[in-house]
């Protein structure tokens, strides 16, 4: 198996590169002048997606492949105040700049909604915002010009006191959603409340690949034992893949691999939480695993250390191919695992 590793919007090696610059609307109103402070919005867009493009030319000269973008591109986008100001038409040049270096380079690229995006919510005021958020990240990616390949992941949501009925209605509001946006959704297991196999369950029914997360589940696991993981429903979500590639028309795994996210925990006082670099043999035992069952595999890194613990990984799995283990180090963020 082939698995090329990622890291998440910020850079720990480059210098003045955020990608995420913002201004709160508390700070935006003290402006006075809105027409002034829209502007000033515009400018910290622009910088942000030059300092995407910078992150994405740095990801080119590490041989990484692999990225996610910063939710916080635009800031202040999707505030109600702000309604009637298009922030995405306003910096249209440089989201095409982004995403045509991206498409050259074949960059595998993605976003992450943040955790307000749900759509098991009871709430319709919430699954409005929802929407509203998951469509202009969507609107993002189409002023990229990305295709349906890239995508935003998100998770099911919260219990709100009784999880088969928002697991339920999570399926129902999600699935009423346009297929413009419905097409640019992953899902992924959490920490606290859905697992790997009932997010499974809502992936299968809405037809959306599932993004594995392998930190969650062993915080979260439901009952179900690594050997289940592996054995059973570890197949069901390499097949939400696999018809998603049908669906848009790809003919090899190389092209849409099935994509897992990768953190090691803080500290046994805190097991949820992320620690700053991700350890190898735990990953190397999940990914040897599922190695005979899928030919490629894409793994995201959720590390606060960034790129610096994909540099720290990759260092760990040379000593693992050194030392005669299951591990072939193909180029800087690439491995492959198994037969040699």
């Known amino acids: 198996m082939i698995v090329r590793f990622g890291f998440v919007a910020m850079s720990m090696v480059l210098d003045q590169a955020s990608p995420s610059r913002t201004m709160t609307y508390t700070a935006f109103a003290k402006l006075g002048d809105r027409e ?14 030059h300092n995407t493009l910078r992150l994405l030319k740095h990801c080119v000269m590490e041989e990484i492949e692999v990225y996610r973008f910063s939710s916080k591109l635009v800031p202040l986008a999707t505030h109600e105040a702000l309604s009637d100001w298009d922030a995405v038409e306003a910096v249209r040049p440089s989201f095409e ?10 960059l595998r690229v993605s976003f992450h909604p943040d955790h307000f995006c749900v759509f098991s919510t009871p709430r319709p005021e919430v699954l409005e915002k929802s929407e509203r958020d998951l469509a202009f990240h969507v609107r993002m990616l189409e002023a990229m010009k990305l295709g349906e390949t890239a995508k935003c992941n998100i998770h099911v949501g919260g219990a709100y006191g009784d999880k088969a ?9 999600f699935g009423a959603l346009p297929a413009r946006l419905r097409n640019r959704v992953t899902l992924e297991n959490d920490d606290k409340t859905f697992t790997v196999r009932e997010t499974l369950e809502a992936a299968e029914a809405l037809q959306v690949p599932m993004v594995l997360d392998i930190h969650h589940h062993a915080v979260n696991d439901g009952g179900d034992s690594d050997m289940t993981l592996v054995r059973e429903l570890w197949p069901r979500i390499d097949a939400t893949w696999e018809r998603e590639r049908k669906r848009l028309g790809l003919k090899t795994a190389e092209e849409l691999p099935p994509k897992i996210h990768a953190s090691s925990p803080k500290s046994a006082s805190d097991p949820r939480g992320h620690a700053d670099y991700v350890e190898a043999e735990p990953l190397v035992a999940v990914l040897l695993a599922i190695a005979d069952h899928t030919p490629r595999l894409d793994c995201m890194l959720e590390a606060k250390a960034k790129d610096k613990a994909l540099f720290r990984l990759m260092d760990d799995m040379r000593a693992i191919e050194q030392n005669g283990g299951p591990v072939t180090v193909l180029n800087r963020s690439t491995i492959q695992i198994g037969d040699k």
Do not use: C, M, W
């Open 165 to 173: 009925a928002s697991g339920e209605r999570f399926v129902r509001q």
């Open 97 to 106: 700049e982004v995403g045509r270096y991206a498409t050259d380079r074949r």
């Open 36 to 49: 002034a402070g829209i502007r000033k919005l515009e400018r910290l867009a622009e910088q942000n997606l």
